[in-house]
Nanobody
Framework: QVRLVESGGGLVQAGGSLRLSCAAS????????MGWYRQAPGKQRELVAT???????TYADSVKGRFIISRDNAKNPWSLQMNSLKPEDTAVYYC??????????WGRGTQVTVSS
């Protein structure tokens, strides 16, 4: 069983920064891709950023230039540095890890609130 645990959420003023981290534990070898989704109240879950085992990264247009995803190795941990935060970044952020095409693990989420 694989368990993902997020940390680093909280309350910050607009223009500030937060760093989220996701740690994986359990029976894992490595992940093909890791990343972050977020879900704001009344909205669908949105893919924020992904990093692959080879180091390739992708970002949602809404966070490009402000967020940076990184990892120590193909297992864990991986982080999301969030800069120049905006009120519209307020959401619950979920980390995920894709073991293969059929298996994805999820964290329970961490709240990020950006005040204006």
């Amino acid at each position: 069983q694989v368990r993902l645990v997020e940390s680093g959420g909280g309350l910050v003023q607009a223009g500030g920064s937060l760093r989220l981290s996701c740690a994986a534990s359990g029976s894992i070898f490595s992940f093909n891709a890791m990343g972050w989704y977020r879900q704001a109240p009344g909205k669908q879950r949105e893919l924020v950023a992904t990093i692959t085992s080879s180091g390739g990264t992708t970002y949602a247009d809404s966070v490009k230039g402000r967020f940076i995803i990184s990892r120590d190795n193909a297992k864990n941990p991986w982080s999301l540095q969030m800069n120049s935060l905006k009120p519209e970044d307020t959401a619950v952020y979920y980390c995920y890890a894709k073991a293969n095409a059929f298996v994805t693990f999820w964290g329970r989420g961490t709240q990020v609130t950006v005040s204006s």
